[in-house]
């Protein structure tokens, strides 16, 4: 039975860093308040024309360059976010589109915290049961643009 293995990863963050001092002077809150409830000092934002897509386009390139192979060498592509750039379709089939491949699957897991296991989970059963050999695993999420500035405590 195959063996499902990584052989590269890679990221790509926007070039923004937000503060959580840039964010106190957007909104009604403090880094203290920030950094006490959640620990967060610093995040990215995507630019304008950025989108989950473009980011993941990005990491992707990092590693198959970083395993020494092409988006031609692709079996299929899961792509896990729950923030897609559109309500359909999703993001994967973008991703695809971007590294120039026509003739694979493109699927998308949209769920919170756990879909990017659950899309390990799923290229790991194809890679298993000899479906692909060479899955793409991607997880790319953009919250900055659904920030509430608005109301303390909500999204920071």
Not at 61 to 80: E, F, M, N, Q, S
Not at 87 to 112: C, M, S, W, Y
Request: proline share 4%.
């Amino acid at each position: 039975m195959p063996r499902t293995e990584f052989i590269a990863t890679g990221f790509h963050v926007p070039a923004r860093v937000v503060s959580n001092d840039d964010l106190a002077r957007m909104m009604d809150t403090s880094d203290e308040w920030i950094v006490q409830r959640s620990g967060i000092q610093t995040r990215y934002w995507v630019a304008n024309g950025d989108t989950g897509a473009s980011l993941a386009k990005e990491a992707s390139l990092k590693a198959l360059a970083k395993a020494d192979l092409t988006p031609a060498d692709l079996d299929c592509i899961v792509y896990c976010t729950c923030t897609p750039d559109h309500f359909e379709p999703g993001n994967g089939v973008f991703l695809q589109r971007d590294l120039g491949i026509t003739d694979i699957p493109a699927v998308d897991v949209r769920n919170q915290c756990s879909g990017f296991i659950y899309g390990l989970s799923i290229a790991d059963a194809w890679i298993r049961t000899g479906q692909y050999q060479r899955i793409l695993l991607v997880g790319a999420e953009v919250h900055s643009r659904g920030l509430d500035k608005t109301t303390r405590g909500r999204d920071t």
